[in-house]
């Protein structure tokens, strides 16, 4: 009998003890967990988005989110086509503006006309942004792309880091007529 209460008071232990090490592993797991929540957030918060100090407009769709009020005008030439922009202040905007005339081949795709510049624009780390707004003609770091963004700024965060060079200043439907690949043209405007 004696060996049979040692036995439960054994049994009786080891579950505490698993009971114990099992909370244990829990806090543990929360703990990492809610460590893991505030980088994740400090991350969030660190991250400069496309939209972060724009001057933007949202009463028309058809037009671009950016609003550029003192920038250089340009023309892009593809082919027939001629769509009017503004080209900004950044220092791959200048850099830009420095080699026109300029030929980017692009093609177009889900939302929008890209293509790959060389050599590379220079840039400044605190002008990359996540992200875009439709209409912004951006530079993006990662594989030296020129693009054209005329859709789907709501997810565009997940894209990746892009420098703004500027935006188009038509209306936006005008530029998803373009199907097809591009030699375009930039110069300055009324060249």
């Known amino acids: 009998m004696k060996r049979l209460i040692r036995l439960s008071m054994a049994a009786s232990a080891l579950t505490v003890i698993l009971l114990l090490v099992s909370s244990m592993q829990s806090q543990s797991l929360k703990a990492s967990s809610n460590e893991n929540i505030k980088i994740e957030k400090s991350m969030r918060q660190e991250r400069k988005k496309a939209s972060d100090d724009a001057n933007m407009q949202k009463s028309d769709k058809d037009l671009a989110t950016r609003v550029i009020e003192t920038g250089t005008k340009v023309t892009l030439h593809f082919g027939e086509t001629a769509i ?3 080209i900004g202040n950044t220092s791959a905007a200048k850099a830009l503006l420095s080699k026109l005339p300029l030929h980017v081949n692009v093609s177009r795709y889900e939302f929008d006309l890209c293509g790959t510049m060389h050599p590379a624009l220079p840039y400044k780390e605190d002008e990359k942004r996540y992200g875009w707004l439709n209409g912004d003609i951006n530079f993006v770091p990662d594989g030296n792309w020129f693009t054209i963004l ?3 700024e709501e997810e565009s965060e997940a ?9 188009v200043d038509c209306r936006l439907s005008e530029i998803e007529k373009l199907h097809g690949s591009f030699s375009v043209r930039i110069e300055l405007a009324n060249q």
Not at 159 to 167: D, F, M, P, T
């Open 84 to 86: 009017p922009a503004t």
């Open 159 to 167: 894209y990746g880091e892009q420098v703004n060079l500027g935006k």
């Open 150 to 152: 005329i859709g789907h």
